[in-house]
Structures are given as C-alpha cells and as structure tokens.
C-alpha cells in the first residue's frame, strides 16, 4: 500500500562537524544500497523496451518498434479500455462502501459498530488471490450461494465474469483503504463545526452532508486516487474471473505474454511494463498534488475533542442489519466458505456438509512436496526478510530525519519512489535484471532474488510505520548524546533505535504479513525450489485443485490471523491505524 505523507528532512546544524569514517560508511552505503535496489528492476525494463531481441541475447539492436508493435496490437486499445473501466468501477464502489462505513462505524451510535469496523478491515490483511478464490467459492458458478440462488430464484442474480462483477469484488477488498482514510480524517475534525449545524437546527442527513463529508474530501480525494492506481495494477481479480470469460486488463496482458507464454515476447512485456509504471507515476504525483492542497480544509486546532456521535433513532437496528448483512456477504462468506472447502470433499448445498467432511486435502498437500515447500519458503521470506528489511527502513528514516547526511533529500525520494512500482513491473524488472548480471547467478533461482525484490517494493510500507513515531520524537534526545562525544551511529544505535522499539515492532509485523501475501512480484521470479503460497496457489488453481488451494488458502489466513492477533495482543500494535 502507498506511503501517505513525505518524510521531510531533518534540519542541520548551523556548524555541522566532520562526520566520523563510521557514520560516513553507514550513510553512504545505505543511500547505495537503496538506490541500487530501487534502480535495479527500472533500468532494465527501460532498456529492454528499446530492443528488438530479449537483453540477455547478443546481437540485439536499440529501436522504437516495440512501441509501433504494442500501440498497433490488434485489441491493444480493448485492453486498456477494460483496464481503466475496471479500475474506475472499482474506484466508485470502494469509496461510496469505504466511506458509508467510516460513518456508520465511526461516527454513529449504531451497536456493534466497532466490532464491524474491524471485521471491515479484514480483505486488506488478506491477499487479492485468496479472496478472489474465496468470492469463487460462495458466488461462482457453482459456488455454495449460486446453487442455493439457482433452486430458490431460478437463477443467480450476479455474475462476477463481467467487469462490473470484478469491480465489485476489488471495490469490496479496496473499501478498507477508503475507511482508513475516512476513519483518520473524522478523528481530528473540529466537531464544533458539526455542534454549531446542530444548534442552528440541522438534523443528522443535513450535517453529515454539508459539514461532515466535505471535510473529509482531501481523504476520500486521496483514496480514491490510490483505490485507482490499485485497480490499475491488479492480477489476481482478472485473472481467476476476466481471463476465463475472455476480458484482459493490463496486468492479464503481462502475465499471458510473459510467465504464461512459451516462447515471451520480451520487448512487447517490457514496453506494456513502461506504459503501466509510467501511468502509475503520474498517480503518485497526483497523490502528492491531493495531499500538497488541503490546507483549506484544515480545521483542527488548539484543544481537541471527541466528536460527538450522530444519533440514529429508529434507523440503529436496521442500518445494523445492513451492515451485518453486508460484514456476512462480502466478507465472512468468502473467507469462511473457502476455510469450510478446505476441510470438504465438495462444498454444496445440494450435500449435507457432514457427509463430506475429510481432512484429505490436507493430507494431500503434506504429501506433495511443493506444497510445503511454498510454505516453509513464505515462512522464511516473510521471517528473514521482514527482519532485514525493517533494518534497511530503520536506516533510512534515521538517515532522513536524524543525521546531516548531504543527500537526505534524494534519499528521501529514492526511498519513496517503489510507491509507484507496481508489483509485475517490479518482478519483470528484477528478472531482466538477474539475466544482465551473470555473477549473481547463484541467487537468481534462490528464495534471496524474492526477498530483495520484495524489500525494494516495500520499503515505503515500512516507512510508513516508522517515519510517524521518529518524526514525533524530540531531537534533543540524541543531540544529548552528540554533546556528550557520541557520533551519529552510537546516538542512534543507543538512543533512538530503543525509542523507536514500538514502531520497529509494527514495521517488522506488517512487512512480515506483506511479504507473507505477495505473489505478484513472485510469479515473474520463482522457480522450482523457491515456490511462495501465491505462486503455488495460481498453479494449483491452473490445475483445477480446488480442495488444495482452499487448504493452502487456509493456511495462510491461519498464519496471517495469527499475526495480526499477536500484535494487537503482545505489543499493542494497530496494523491499520
């Protein structure tokens, strides 16, 4: 997910003294580091779009014709019309749901609303492939819900192999994203804007639409710009229900003519590749026009208080059956109907459910050695990696926000940047780029290759967990330390870094779930060996395992709900907030 503010700079001294040789290497050599893992995948695609052979042949000579190619493609411009309509459904649909739920379960006194608020976050914990599986599984068409619609109605009322039909499922996992927004935005707004509407004689509907919701504008503004650039690059939606039912987006584009393929067409994917980032680019930049512009809407200031909640009446315990019917539709259906056929032969409504109860799939996949071995990998990529990349964003906010590093500010951006990566250019990129750099052949077919591309397209995730906290913290902690003879690496070491314990704790358990989900990078990288949850659950569900994949599913909503619990539980960690 985006990175939702600029970490600045920190401010230098009026007579800064020459750094120590340590603190020199430590800041050099992260700026390096991050620019190389940053450059690494963006260079090649670049390179590769202006070749008429794949980079990694000799004899390949620089050209415009792949551009010619791809913008003459027969049903190029049917591609990209599904991907921006897709994309624009899915905007409308996780805003108008993302926002009605920011009021309803924020800033009403309809029961229950806390507990659906969290249960409302829940399809962003999880990833896009399991859920597609999952909204396969209840309204497919044999899905639990489908036959039960069939032989009451005659017929099921839906059908998710349409682009509405995908819009509403991603608009329905993008709808948290709104609510965050929404949730952050209601919680500093000046609630005597909304008392002094009240006194003046406004009923509920009237404040919310003249004082309310136009102060959450800048959020839902922003949001939406960032549900789009979401739509734009995903895979898994389009894949299980446009592919089928022959409607290709872009990211269908890249998978059919690059993993999927026998024989790539490397300059044809490199290029679609540029066109997707470059289009990507201009929607972070106008995140940051969005978030750059909202000074006028700004009312919070001097003492804050708790707004006070908007009074239902007779509308509590129908808007409250709404919103359970919603919760058990969209979200407990899906996720719970896929944990159900993980532990069934077949999940209909036609067969009792306990005459096909059967631990087999499971049995099943210890059986086959892919299977835990994607496991065992997603274990030891979200382990490892989460640790190595908290270490790298620690660095990189400290470097930014606590030092007189002279390139702070390109650091700064170089670390942001990954934000408009999305994740099939990024592992196109980092495949191009193992094929131009024979030395590092050792790693290419490793789980290491997965790990760096993962923390280069993570790393603004990550500071968005740690830059909030640091940005808080006064600097006369560590300058404390400076006075005292310490350098930049032991105030840090010894000072911030315990300090920051609590941030580096969420970063290290969001990164950990984040890399845990992730396949789109993983299917342009893996190979046999080096399988990930996501890769092996896309190959299952090719092969028509459904009893697998819903056990595999399992699992990782098991592994993921675990983690989630334990930071809330043990550290105190708010994964959302």
Not at 203 to 226: D, E, H, K, Q
Not at 267 to 289: H, I, K, N
Not at 453 to 472: K, N, W
Request: net charge positive; glycine share 10%.
């Amino acid at each position: 997910m985006a990175v939702t503010f600029s970490l600045g700079t920190a401010a230098p001294d009026k007579a800064p003294r020459p750094l120590p040789l340590r603190d020199i290497s430590i800041q050099y050599g992260t700026a390096l580091l991050t620019v190389a893992l940053v450059a690494a995948p963006l260079l090649p695609v670049l390179y590769q779009s202006f070749l008429d052979g794949a980079l990694y042949d000799s004899g390949q000579q620089l050209t415009l014709g792949n551009f010619r190619r791809l913008f003459g493609l027969d049903g190029f411009g049917l591609v990209v019309w599904n991907t921006l309509v897709f994309a624009g459904l899915t905007t409308v649909i996780s805003q108008v749901l993302g926002t009605l739920a920011a009021l309803l379960f924020g800033r009403t006194d309809m029961p229950g609303a806390r507990l659906f608020g969290e249960l409302f976050l829940w399809p962003i914990y999880l990833s896009a492939l399991v859920l597609s599986f999952g909204w396969y599984t209840v309204y497919g068409p044999a899905g639990y819900l489908t036959l039960l619609a069939q032989e009451w109605l005659g017929g099921a009322p839906w059908d998710l192999y349409t682009l509405s039909g995908m819009a509403l499922i991603a608009g329905a996992s993008q709808a948290p994203v709104a609510y965050i927004y929404c949730m952050a935005s209601a919680s500093i707004t000046d609630p005597s804007l909304e008392e002094a509407a009240r006194i003046a004689g406004a009923g509920t509907l009237r404040t919310v639409s003249r004082i309310t919701l136009p102060l959450l504008m800048p959020a839902i503004a922003y949001s939406a710009v960032l549900n789009f650039t979401v739509g734009l690059e995903l895979l898994a939606i389009p894949l299980v229900f446009g592919d089928p039912a022959g409607i290709t987006v872009l990211t269908t584009f890249l998978y059919n003519n690059g993993v999927a393929s026998a024989r790539p067409d490397h300059g044809l994917v490199a290029t679609a590749a540029l066109l997707m980032l470059a289009v990507v680019c201009v929607l972070v930049w106008l995140q940051g026009r969005f978030l750059g512009n909202t000074r006028r809407f700004v009312t919070l200031g001097g003492k804050a208080t708790r707004p006070r909640p908007f009074r239902l009446g007779r509308l509590r315990w129908p808007l409250f059956a709404a919103s359970l019917a919603y919760i058990g539709l969209t979200v407990a259906a899906p996720i719970g109907a896929l944990i159900l056929r993980a532990f069934t032969s077949l999940l209909s409504p036609m067969v009792a459910i306990g005459e096909v109860l059967t631990l087999g799939n499971f049995t099943s996949m210890l059986e086959y050695p892919v299977y835990m071995r994607s496991i065992w990998n997603s274990l030891l990529i979200s382990a490892i990696g989460g640790v190595l990349a908290t270490g790298l964003v620690a660095l990189i906010a400290t470097i930014v926000l606590r030092s007189e590093f002279r390139w702070r500010g390109g650091l700064n951006y170089m670390a942001l940047f990954p934000r408009a990566v999305p994740g099939v250019v990024a592992g196109i990129g980092f495949f191009y780029a193992f094929a131009l750099m024979p030395g590092f052949g050792g790693i290419r077919n490793t789980i290491w290759v997965l790990i760096l591309a993962f923390t280069m397209h993570y790393i603004p995730v990550g500071l968005g967990a740690v830059a909030p906290m640091l940005m808080q913290m006064s600097p006369d902690l560590d300058r404390a330390a400076r006075v005292q003879g310490a350098d930049w690496w032991t105030a840090t070491r010894r000072v911030v870094f315990p300090l920051m314990r609590p941030a580096l704790v969420a970063c290290l358990t969001i990164l950990f779930i984040t890399f845990f989900k992730e396949y789109t990078t993983a299917i342009f990288l893996f190979a046999p060996g080096s399988e990930v949850i996501g890769t092996t659950l896309l190959q299952a569900w090719t092969q028509g395992e459904v009893g697998l994949v819903s056990a595999l599913a399992a699992v990782q909503i098991l592994v993921i709900a675990t983690c989630v619990a334990l930071a809330r539980a043990v550290f105190g960690v708010r994964l959302h907030g």
